[in-house]
């Protein structure tokens, strides 16, 4: 069937099955490949993208069900970038922070910081925590994925450089 | 690659059209919202519905949460991380923020559906056991009209609901009473899991004694996810350690939980005790 999904500000329309799930929409009928595809049973969270704003698994959506609907993957965070235009100040406190090393969960992390950023821009350790308890880093052991999405908040509340430094 | 089999997809513009939709497609169509049981099921092909039928867009009439004069009315469509952060609710029922917190993950409870909890009919599923500690109510709508059954006769088996094939779950009523506590104590492996076990309680208390309880049990086995004999030792005792202690052992000697991956028989009926038990106390100092 016709659909048309605005993925990171662009409509995009496409005729696919019913049965395709929205990760293998995004990643080989748009070839946006930065949604990564892991467990495929909404455990890794890996396939977090926004849909209407809001963090779901996109290995758990279909693509039909997106419809009409507006998605952001990792590729759109940039777009809209507050610290000098270019990335988010997620990505920008995971480069910083060293919070990624194999690279697989990030996307997916970045989403849910970005999104929990946006509705508490003062998290504690607890509520990042507890905001990526379902998402699956195997490399961090999440300290440093913590560690970049304070360090994105304080970039914000600072409105400059945080007062915090990535520790070694 | 886990890819579901063909099906055809419908989105319902209203309760009416979902309805109609129902009625076209038969008993081998299905309702989707959050599609967090639903669609991993199809992917492992344990499901495989001819149709589905997508109510996302049903949320002006099935996503509410509001207090209706003596009861509180939640939508079936009312989304886990909705009903987690709705002060009405968690306000008059702690018990739901206790659940909510501990149902699967962040991201899965913006997408899952209280209604699709209850309708997916899991034995091991945590709303089950708090609506049942509730006393709530489901109400079903289908061609013919609306009608109300009680969620200690809405699950006729693992997987099987009072829903028929041609109706929809549209809302759960649960009753307000002045004087009562609500609490739910669940043990996982691991944050996001299924229960090992759980044990939702409510109670009323009226002139130093318990007007009511209502105990919910969960991947133990317990008929209809209730524990009526508990709740009837409690009944005109005076809420305390000594009874809250006997109706968690009531409770544990009527369940049948089996052995599985998630402990054994023995230490899940040792958990059903324990945790009527602490959710028992919970609820009682919440009054």
Known sequence: MRITVTVNGQPYARDVEPRLLLVHFLRDELGLTGTHWGCDTSNCGVCTVHLDGVPVKSCTVLAVMADGHEVT??????RDGELDGELDAVQKGFVECHGLQCGFCTPGMLLTARWLLDRDPDPDEARIR??????????????????????????????????????? | MQVPATF?????????????????????????????SLIPMMKLRLAQPEALIDINDLAGELGRIAVEGDELAIGALVRHAELLESTTATNIFPIFRDAERVIADPIVRNRGTVGGSLCQGDPSEDLSAVFTALRATAVIQGPGGTRTVPVRRFHRGPYETAVEPNELLVQLRVPITPGTGSAYAKVERRVGDWPVAAAGAVITVRDGVIERAGIGLTAVGAAHFCAPEAEEHLAGRPPGEEAFAAAGRIAAERCEPHGDQRGPADYKRHLAAELTRRALVAAAGRI
């Open chain 1, 73 to 78: 993957t990792v590729e759109g965070l940039e």
């Open chain 1, 130 to 168: 507890e905001a990526i308890s379902g998402q699956l880093c195997r490399c961090t052991g999440y300290e440093n994925i913590v560690r970049s999405i304070r360090w994105a908040a304080e970039a914000r509340l600072n409105g400059a450089r945080p007062a915090t430094e990535a520790k070694q």
């Open chain 2, 8 to 36: 055809a997809y419908e989105r319902a513009r209203s309760v009416a059209h979902a309805l109609e939709l129902l009625e076209r497609y038969g008993p081998e169509a299905r309702v989707v919202a959050g599609g967090h």
